[in-house]
């Protein structure tokens, strides 16, 4: 009789595949409140890395962490029409508070360009002030009417940066500096997801904004998956809250904005892109515990050399966890570290003890061999890099076998239903892209002609990236 599967097989039900693997690998729970979720200490640990990583990068690109109120007053998003029309659907309003009726209801923050731009008015005066930098993590409500754990849900988490700067191409290369080295950087040798950075159309663009930046990930079933944005607001926001700064004499400008943010969509996209039937595949740059170290055993000389073991990896810079939970069958604990995707599992057991070897084990690459035990500590490491790097080139290898080249909007469709389609942006334009709409296709993003990120929508020999997506 055949063994049945922990997890859905992708190829029969992806959807599926994917809400198995969050219950099983201990990822998220539904919240009691529709759209929204429990993330669980596990899925918080990627979450908890990915911010760490992030945090660093935005820190080096000079912003500093503040906190805004998540309570807006409903006559700031009146401000920014544009944007106020762009969230309307999503919006969570309060009316009531401490058994009254508010005199001005409040919106829970989708997102708090207005109300960091009522601040920024206040503490930006004069040059000298700029550029402000500032990135908050917080949470943000917007009302999900179909809500998937993790990519779309009622309340998530996420970062997200605001700026104010002199002039509009300090701004517009702040935005730039952003999506490059912050979160290309992040999403391509961290998570190890080979992302096309590129721009969206006025059509995709954030509300308010003059230019968004994206980076759009294929993810397992060819399905595309925007992983993060960069906005250049140009003097939208600081017209609507008189954000200015004086010039010399009495002479004052508009500041010039930026804004941008990843949530833990990123967890999903993570799951999707890397994912196998046997679960999780975790980047072991990202991953909290790169290797496992698991005694098969209770015996005490196996114990003592599992903690020992664990002990030099540890000394050697690889985040180890040592399980000798012996009175759980080794075979369901072997199971679960391989649904969460740890990069390598190293098995002792009393017969690897008299061979002064160990069983090394590896979740990325596949594969199992005995290696001697005292070596481990030297050579784990580099196992490790050789697994990030395999990583990504699988999936930059997905992206190129999937995406064609299309000169139709037939022919676009047709390739949405595996992947993604490339066509030229001059012969597709807006109104190709509403009939791409009408059945479910949408472009993720222009490029130019060699593949970098164009400085205009119209520049000759943009490409537009076409795709079904989550």
Known sequence: ???TPVLTPQSEDFPRWYQDLINKAELADNGPVRGTMVIRPYGYSLWERMQQEMDARIKRAGAQNAYFPMFIPQSYLTKEAEHVEGFAPELAVVTHGGGKELEEPVVVRPTSETIINEYFSKWVQSHRDLPLLINQWANVVRWELRPRVFLRTTEFLWQEGHTAHATYEDARAYASRIHTEVYG?????????DVVLGRKTARERFAGAINTLTLEGMMGDGKALQMGTSHELGQNFAKAFNTTY??????REYVWQTSWGVS???????IMSHGDDSGLRVPPRLAAVQAVVLAIKGDDAVLAKVREIGAALEAAGVRTVVDDRTDTPFGRRAVDWELKGVPLRIEIGPRDLENGTAMLVRRIAGGKEPVPADS???TVPGILDEDQELLLRQSRERREARTVDVTSIEEAVEA????????????????????LAEQGVSVRCIVAADGSVPETDDQPGNVAIVARAY
């Open 1 to 3: 009789m055949a063994k």
């Open 185 to 193: 950087d992040f999403m391509t040798n961290v998570l190890g997801i």
């Open 246 to 251: 004086q010039l010399q004499g009495a002479e």
């Open 264 to 270: 833990t969509r990123m967890v999903g996209g993570l």
């Open 376 to 378: 481990l500590a030297a």
């Open 416 to 435: 949405a239903a595996t992947g993604w389609g490339r066509i030229s942006w001059a012969d597709l334009g807006p109104e190709g892209e509403a009939k």
